[in-house]
């Protein structure tokens, strides 16, 4: 089955700086990239997503690049703000037939220091 | 729209003893996914709901959690006896198939278990 890395697991960046979270996954086949951001006693919330025909996808500071060769996808937020503190997670998705199998990185939490 | 309700939001049982959560999921999603989430780890896929069918249960330890949608809206996932490493965040998760959002997966706020 899909197995996804995720690191680093704790990131601590100054407001205002860059934070750039990596994942690599194991399954050629996958096809859809989601991040999703988890903050205390809460779900997860989708923040950006990024498909395998796709290299790379920009949303205001967020920005998600995929490399299919090497099967690893990033995200990237810039100008980081006290309220993007949270565990970040990545996520490889196969898609087949109308369903979808969803694997999860451990996930990373994100410290923006004011 | 209102997203995905969860309840109860907290709950501490013995081990041995059952327990059930309930998901009601976002009105027209027709695919419905309960996960695990452990501490400090990323969210685990138990079973997959299709309406009121089963797409995947190869990750449920069908020996002691059970989950039902009878109606193709509601479920439950029931945990009969409950183990201390079921201790965990229980999160379900909603979404529209056949739509160009159809792998949207959207979150409730997830059931707190301790098992003591």
């Known amino acids: 089955g899909e197995n996804v890395e995720q690191h680093p697991s704790t990131l601590s960046v100054q407001e205002g700086d860059s934070a750039v979270i990596k994942c690599t996954y194991s399954?050629?086949?996958?096809?859809?990239f989601p991040w999703y951001k988890q903050e205390l006693g809460k779900g997860p919330q989708l923040i950006i997503d990024?498909?395998?025909?796709?290299g790379e996808k920009k949303d205001q500071r967020i920005a998600v690049t995929l490399n299919k060769t090497a099967k690893h996808f990033s995200l990237h937020i810039t100008e980081t703000q006290p309220e993007d503190s949270a565990v970040y997670f990545c996520a490889a998705t196969l898609s087949s037939g109308g369903y979808q199998k969803v694997t999860f990185g451990i996930g990373t939490k994100l410290q923006v220091i004011p | 729209e209102a997203g995905v309700a969860q309840s109860p939001r907290y709950k501490i049982i013995e081990k041995r003893q059952s327990v059930a959560f309930w998901c009601n999921p976002i009105?027209?999603?027709?695919?419905l996914y309960w996960y695990q989430q452990i501490l400090g780890q990323g969210p685990k896929l138990l079973i997959q709901f299709q309406n009121n069918g089963v797409v995947d249960d190869s990750q449920l330890p069908k020996d002691r959690f059970s989950a039902e949608r009878l109606k193709g809206v509601d479920s439950t996932l029931k945990i009969q006896p409950a183990k201390l490493e079921d201790s965990a965040v229980y999160l379900c998760a909603s979404s529209l198939p056949g739509t160009s959002d159809q792998e949207t997966q959207y979150f409730g706020p997830g059931t707190r278990l301790l098992v003591l």
């Open positions: 009105s027209g999603h027709a695919t």
């Open positions: 399954d050629s086949a996958s096809n859809y």
């Open positions: 990024i498909r395998s025909n796709v």
